[in-house]
């Protein structure tokens, strides 16, 4: 057993007090052995790092992205979902290649570690190249390829739906079990309720988890319920997607009913608010979800839709327009915030991280307090929801390894990222265009 001592910091413990302790980390099993009160540490360990002054949290979890589309970050902005989907998007992606996703990702995940995320669920193409770039970087991930048959032949469609569930059994516990995978329809609306009818009994007999976009927009939700004559999450519970293994991305324009579906199925709900701004898709109840017993996480969405993938920005935007959502200043309190960003998103993402306890994964990040925005300290989980910033994280551990130490990652190569994410985003775009 080798082990790393995270030394002399604050420690922000799963029920939200804060204490001074060393974090003691298994790295051959990557899970964390001890949290020892100040004084009480007396083990050595092979490594240490050093937290003097920081705030040691659980390594944030990003429950829904595309990650490899910050290669489109800033490509086009400005527009409603329908417009920004056929006019600006979909047209590059058509000319996307693997070497593409993989310069994506990896930008994406050099981004997510300096910003202190160790975990994300991502759903987009060429996913063994996502998977490739979680491996390399040492980070954890959810993957899963998104199957869309609007548009596409029945041949096409069916195999949309078999790549999506040949990759969800093909990769799990792939990276040393950093990976998992899900089985993952796009949405409600992008696959044909025959083909849904077909595979999601096949991913729930093979016990893969599914994930998927669900009542993101209004514009989204007529047609459903003209067609079916029941809300978007009944038809999905009819088809059978709501399980405790499933969660879905967005459900901004859900009812109470739909609430109670998912309480009752222990579904999952992965909360985007930037997207939701910036697309104006309108405002999720989360309050209301929390009320009824959802299970909530904290997703950025892809780049192109936020415009940056840190877990800091989403969690002040979550309690800003929770409250607005809400008409009440108390709702979605910074607590709920840090919870649905490191628990809520694990918890949705079935991971044993989120949590700085003896016996979850050893994920997690440190942030410089002497700043003059964190300054001062009356209360450090207001800070992390309201104050802080991704530039504020100053290490960050994924399973045991440190993938950052002194905002130095470890495991990519910074400026071939950039250099790569760069040179190539340039091609596509031309490509597109052309
Ligand atoms: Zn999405």
Avoid at 178 to 189: D, E, G, I, N
Avoid at 360 to 375: G, Q, Y
């Amino acid at each position: 057993m080798t082990t790393l001592k995270v030394a002399d910091g604050r420690v922000l413990r799963p029920d939200h007090t804060v204490e001074r302790a060393d974090v003691l980390v298994d790295q051959t099993s990557g899970e964390i052995l001890s949290v020892e009160p100040d004084g009480e540490g007396s083990a050595s360990a092979d490594d240490t790092l050093d937290a003097e002054g920081g705030l040691v949290i659980p390594g944030l979890v990003n429950a829904h992205t595309h990650v490899a589309m910050t290669l489109l970050r800033g490509y086009a902005d400005d527009k409603p979902l329908d417009a920004w989907l056929q006019e600006d998007i979909w047209p590059v992606e058509a000319e996307l290649t693997a070497e593409d996703v993989r310069a994506g990702a990896r930008l994406g995940i050099l981004e997510m570690i300096r910003s202190g995320t160790t975990a994300f669920a991502d759903m987009y193409f060429f996913m063994p190249e996502v998977v490739a770039a979680v491996e390399e970087s040492g980070m954890r991930a959810l993957l899963g390829y998104g199957s869309i048959t609007v548009g596409n032949d029945d041949e096409a469609a069916h195999q949309e739906m078999q790549d999506g569930l040949d990759f969800a059994e093909g990769y799990d516990g792939a990276a040393d079990g950093r990976v998992s995978t899900a089985f993952m329809p796009h949405s409600l609306t992008t696959v044909g309720e025959a083909y849904l009818r077909e595979y999601v009994p096949e991913a729930r007999e093979a016990d893969v988890p599914i994930h998927f976009h669900a009542n993101e927009t209004g514009g989204e939700v007529e047609p459903i319920v003209d067609d079916h004559g029941e809300r978007p999450l009944e038809y999905a519970d009819d088809i059978g997607m709501l399980a405790d293994t499933s969660f879905l991305a967005h459900g901004v324009h859900t009812d109470r009913t739909e609430h109670e579906l998912l309480a009752e199925r222990d579904t999952a709900v992965i909360h985007c608010p930037a997207s939701n701004m910036k697309l104006a898709s309108g405002m999720a109840p989360v309050q209301a979800m929390r009320d009824r017993g959802v299970t909530v996480g904290l997703g950025t969405d892809g780049a192109a839709s936020n415009n940056d993938l840190s877990l800091f920005d989403e969690m002040r935007d979550a309690a800003m327009l929770g409250k607005l959502a809400a008409d009440d200043a108390s709702a979605v309190d910074a607590d709920a915030v840090v919870e649905m960003a490191t628990q809520g998103g694990a918890d949705a993402l079935g991971m044993a991280s989120g949590r700085i306890e003896p016996g979850a994964n050893a994920d997690l990040a440190v942030l410089d307090l002497d700043r003059p925005h964190l300054t001062p300290a009356h209360d450090l989980v207001s800070h992390l929801t309201y104050a802080a910033s991704g530039s504020d994280v100053r290490h960050t551990v994924c399973d045991g390894q440190v993938l950052m130490r002194d905002r130095t990652v470890q495991t990519l190569d910074a400026d071939e990222v950039l250099a790569d994410a760069r040179e190539r985003a340039a091609a596509l775009i031309d490509r597109a265009e052309s």
